[in-house]
């Protein structure tokens, strides 16, 4: 497989079992319901759609940008080691602040664990990124959405 295409399908099929279990332990009315009732076609939009908007702004879009940033004040090449490891940090945090609003006021006792959960995610879609590139973190992103929202509605 071309693109970094199999690491992209273990890393999101990982994801997604996790992110699966997770999504299921936490308690009732921690959450914001999702938007409406959406059957299973826009559940699959919204992967789809998910995947491709969130790795373009913050892997293509900011990481880019912080690397960039932080090798001009380091006059160091941009794919020096630490530079990409920042660089994916700063936008991985700022991934996971984007998935805080997903809380309601009774959910607040979960900012830690979903900031650790999201920021780990965004660092693994940061690594495929710069590893195999933006096609290889959309289609992880996708795949980990689908298992979580997409297929046990088609097994139910």
């Not at 790795?55 to 879009?61: A, D, P, S, T």
């Not at 900012?111 to 660092?123: A, E, K, Q």
């Not at 980990?144 to 139910?156: E, G, K, S």
Request: glycine share 10%; with cysteine; hydrophobic share 55%.
């Amino acid at each position: 497989m071309s693109l970094g295409l199999l690491p992209a399908m273990l890393v999101g099929l990982s994801l997604g079992v996790v992110g699966f279990i997770a999504q299921n332990s936490i308690p009732g009315g921690a959450l914001t319901p999702g938007l409406g009732n959406p059957n299973t076609l826009e559940w699959i939009l919204r992967c789809f759609s998910a995947a491709l908007t969130e790795e373009i702004f913050f892997r293509l879009g900011l990481l880019t940008f912080f690397v960039w940033l932080i090798s001009s004040i380091g006059k160091k090449p941009a794919f020096d080691v630490p530079y990409l490891w920042a660089g994916n940090l700063l936008s991985a945090l700022l991934f996971a602040g984007g998935h805080l609003p997903q809380l309601t006021s009774s959910g607040w006792s979960l900012f830690i664990p979903v900031v650790v959960f999201s920021t780990s995610v965004g660092l693994i879609m940061g690594w495929l990124y710069t590893r195999h590139g933006l096609i290889s973190a959309i289609v992880a992103h996708a795949v980990a959405d689908l298992v979580v929202y997409v297929i046990p509605r088609l097994l139910a």
